[in-house]
């Protein structure tokens, strides 16, 4: 599995790529752990998870799966553990955080010009097809089929030789505009599914639309902002983030990305209080 599917627990469609339980847990190791020092007390963790609607032995069984997995360091502190992001946890949680919680934040200008791939690799190999569709779908490149991918961020281009050189992969790069024959936006039709995303989009407005900030509880926030970051988190990887010239008209994508901003902004002040206070409770006096 790719770095990039394991910090989002969601394949390149938006299913499930681990267990619902490991997912949220990664949520809150980005969300909470990551920024207080990279370790919590169990009891910490566990209490976050009930309140998500994951029960206790659930969430003790995916911290020892991601401790096998190489994740989480555990250390025994009396009759209590503490469990530590390792070196590769916290690079990529980090990697992703940055884009996550940045993601559709601001407008960029596009000069008109696209970075094109040719880059082929054989039927018959499909592990190396599903890598390659996988970690230029991260970077936000869309497909023509046989084998041409395009971006119109010439960013980018750096991103897919670094990703293709690493698997091997034989490719060519080049810029263009588009001429007389043709547009801009009907090459997006054809290597973008925007209907269906103008969907999640959508559907994730009407499932926060009953979130106002204003949590009943601490506790209560950490469950709402978990929430929230868990169902925001697959946009970077489903949305090529493409300039605004080149999407339909009253596209939900701004909109969203405006209402998860508020949202976190508000939950996150009481949420780190209750979890602030909690690690505070649980560890020892000197």
Request: aromatic share 8%; hydrophobic share 45%.
């Amino acid at each position: 599995m790719l770095a990039h599917e394991q910090l989002l627990g969601t394949n390149r469609d938006g299913s499930a790529a681990v267990d619902s339980s490991r997912a949220l847990l990664l949520t809150l190791l980005g969300e909470f752990v990551l920024p207080m020092g990279g370790s919590a007390w169990t009891k910490t963790i566990v209490a976050a998870a009930e309140s998500l609607g994951i029960r206790d032995k659930a969430a003790r069984q995916a911290l020892a799966r991601m401790d096998e997995g190489g994740w989480l360091d555990r250390t025994k502190v009396g009759r209590q553990t503490r469990w530590s992001l390792s070196p590769y946890a916290r690079t990529v949680l980090e990697s992703g955080a940055e884009r996550i919680y940045s993601f559709g934040a601001t407008t960029r200008q596009w000069d008109g010009r696209w970075i094109v791939l040719l880059a082929s690799v054989p039927e018959r190999d499909r592990h190396l097809r599903y890598a390659m569709a996988n970690g230029l779908g991260w970077a936000g490149f869309g497909t023509l089929g046989n084998g041409t991918w395009l971006s119109p961020w010439l960013g980018q281009e750096g991103t897919a030789v670094e990703l293709l050189n690493g698997l091997g992969v034989e490719a060519t790069s080049f810029r263009a505009e588009v001429g007389n024959l043709g547009s801009p936006t009907g090459l997006v039709a054809q290597a973008w599914d925007l209907p269906e995303l103008r969907h999640a989009y959508t559907r994730f407005l009407t499932d926060v639309d009953l979130l106002d900030g204003q949590s009943s509880s601490d506790l209560a926030a950490v469950a709402e902002l978990t929430g929230l970051v868990h169902q925001w988190r697959r946009f970077p990887l489903l949305d090529p983030d493409l300039p605004a010239e080149l999407l339909p008209a009253s596209w939900p994508g701004v909109a969203a990305a405006q209402r998860f901003g508020e949202l976190r902004a508000r939950l996150r002040g009481p949420a780190m209080a209750w979890w602030e206070a909690t690690e505070a409770e649980l560890t020892p006096g000197d």
